[in-house]
């Protein structure tokens, strides 16, 4: 069936640094992507998304990269925040039905 | 431009009883989508609805079921509950439900069956 994971379930970076956070994906047919984050109690908000004629797209200390060859995207986030804290997600569009989400990636921020 | 709302925000409920969520899009979306979300199995699909017909269905069971008002507002139903229905359950709209369009997600449904 379709899938799209992560690399690995926790990330715990030091306040300043750069963090990135992957996802890999098996469904070809997937032409859409989407990073969420999801902080304690809340829903999935919205961080940045990518189509698939791109590899690169850049937002608010936010860069999405899109590997089509290897269906591999990661998300990378400039000068971490504790702000930043939370689980983010990846999450593909499955012939443009539905979104196939990865199972998180949890975020910790030291100081 | 208010988000999407949820309600109830939290819902205890025992084994056998039924329970009905409640999920109000963002003004002028007319596509509706719920999901589950558990530890153990991340966000699974459930349904879309869009102009009151159900468009897309994940694979669960019958026992979970929805519709959609005129209006756009959408309810999500679950009957004879069993204890691995206790979930987060969350609710997202978008403008047409088509290719390309991002999740505008609801703070979700905290549901525990005991």
């Known amino acids: 069936g379709e899938s799209v994971g992560l690399h690995l379930p926790t990330l715990s970076v030091q306040e300043g640094d750069n963090s990135i956070i992957n996802c890999a994906y098996s469904?070809?047919?997937?032409?859409?992507f989407i990073w969420y984050k999801q902080e304690s109690g809340k829903g999935p908000q919205f961080i940045i998304d990518?189509?698939?004629?791109?590899d690169k797209r850049q937002g608010q200390r936010v860069t999405v990269l899109l590997n089509k060859t290897v269906k591999h995207l990661s998300l990378q986030i400039a000068a971490t925040q504790p702000g930043d804290s939370a689980v983010y997600f990846c999450?593909?569009?499955?012939?443009?039905?539905?979104?196939?989400f990865g199972p998180g990636t949890r975020l910790s921020v030291l100081p | 431009k208010a988000g999407v709302t949820q309600t109830p925000r939290y819902l205890i409920k025992t084994r056998g009883q039924q329970v009905t969520l409640s999920c109000s899009p963002i003004?002028?979306?007319?596509?509706v989508s719920w999901y589950q979300q558990t530890p153990g199995q991340g966000l699974q699909f459930l349904f879309e609805?869009?102009?009151?017909?159900?468009?897309n269905k994940g694979n669960f069971p019958g026992r979970f079921s929805g519709r959609q008002f005129s209006n756009s507002r959408s309810e999500m139903n679950v009957s004879t509950l069993e204890l691995g229905d206790s979930a987060l359950y969350l609710c997202?709209?978008?403008?047409?439900?088509?290719?390309?369009?991002?999740?505008?997600f609801g703070s979700g449904t905290q549901l525990s069956v005991l």
């Open positions: 997202a709209s978008r403008g047409t439900g088509g290719r390309n369009e991002k999740l505008f």
């Open positions: 469904n070809s047919a997937s032409d859409y």
């Open positions: 990518i189509r698939s004629n791109m």
């Open positions: 999450a593909g569009d499955y012939y443009g039905q539905n979104f196939v």
């Open positions: 003004s002028g979306h007319r596509s």
């Open positions: 609805y869009f102009s009151e017909t159900q468009r």
